[in-house]
């Protein structure tokens, strides 16, 4: 059972098997209630996601042919590097500086991987930034769109000792 942290991760690796999960969980169920019983119509079964999640719902259908249905609003499926590329063309001076502070945040954690005796060890890069930062997403708009989105969630716990 999960406690809910650690929160606010992209690892899309994870929210694909996360989708396949909660399909093999819905496929292997009667969903029940204390007054009516529904059975799930596993001939009827849709996904649907929006940017990050419209590509991983194409992920999962790819190689799900049971789905009846995708929906796939603004999907992220460009790669990286096509991303990388438009960035540096529209401002280059600030795209190096971000790509140079993105890839100094995972040459770090490459080095914590390595050298770590424990598997556990987390190196966090922001999800969004302004331009030149070191977040993943740093194209104008992003930080304060992206601000917006999550003022309302939940900050986990800090593990600091108060004299």
């Given at each position: 059972e999960s406690e809910g942290w650690p929160r606010h991760q992209v690892i899309p690796q994870r929210h694909v098997a996360d989708l396949k999960a909660a399909l093999a969980h819905v496929r292997g169920q009667n969903l029940s209630t204390t007054t009516?019983?529904?059975?799930?119509d596993t001939t009827r079964i849709a996904l649907w996601g929006?940017?990050?999640g419209g590509g991983h719902v194409l992920s999962v259908a790819a190689v799900d042919p049971d789905l009846r249905a995708v929906v796939a609003t603004v999907p992220h499926v460009k790669s990286?590097?096509?991303s990388i590329l438009r960035t540096l063309q529209r401002d280059p001076y600030q795209a190096s500086l971000g790509l140079l502070k993105v890839s100094a945040a995972?040459?770090?954690w490459i080095i914590t991987k390595v050298t770590s005796t424990t598997s556990t060890?987390?190196?966090?890069?922001?999800?969004h930034g302004p331009?030149?930062?070191?977040a993943m997403m740093q194209n104008?708009?992003?930080d304060e769109g992206y601000g917006r989105?999550?003022?309302h969630l939940v900050v986990p716990p800090t593990s600091s000792s108060s004299s």
């Open positions: 009516t019983t529904a059975t799930v929006t940017s990050l990286a590097l096509e995972l040459l770090k060890a987390t190196t966090y890069i922001p999800l331009p030149g930062s070191s104008p708009g992003d989105l999550v003022d």
